[in-house]
């Protein structure tokens, strides 16, 4: 199972970036693929999934109305576009496949992907 994660960068605030996650390798007949973040001196935060059986999504607060999670199931990839960025959203982020139970949490899925970092600066 491979997860590549891309799409990070340096953006401006109120600035857009769109990440990837190609995943390769699971096979489950239902399963969720998460996006999370880590900011340095910071907890892991999940901040968004998307369900494979019914494209059901969910956020965080901190980013519902600024973030959307899509996926093309064609490509195995899911996008997380992120707008209205903020300096708080700086991390680096991951995108996780896996079948939990509580979609937010991290600790019930599977495989990561390596990480790409958001930085959010002016």
């Known amino acids: 199972v491979q997860l590549q994660a891309s799409g990070g960068g340096l953006v401006q605030p109120g600035g857009s970036l769109r990440l990837s996650c190609q995943v390769s390798?699971?096979?489950?007949?239902?399963?969720?693929i998460g996006w999370f973040r880590q900011a340095p001196g910071k907890e892991r935060q999940g901040i968004s999934y998307?369900?494979?059986?019914?494209?059901?999504?969910g956020y965080a607060n901190s980013v519902k109305g600024r973030f959307t999670i899509s996926r093309d199931s064609a490509e195995n990839t899911v996008y997380l576009q992120m707008n209205s960025l903020k300096p708080e959203d700086t991390a680096v982020y991951y995108c996780?496949?896996?079948?939990?139970?509580?979609?937010?949490?991290?600790?019930?899925?599977?495989?990561w992907g390596q990480g790409t970092l958001v930085t959010v600066s002016s």
């Open positions: 996780a496949v896996g079948c939990p139970t509580v979609p937010l949490l991290g600790n019930e899925y599977d495989y």
């Open positions: 390798g699971f096979n489950s007949m239902s399963y969720a």
């Open positions: 998307i369900k494979s059986s019914d494209g059901v999504t």
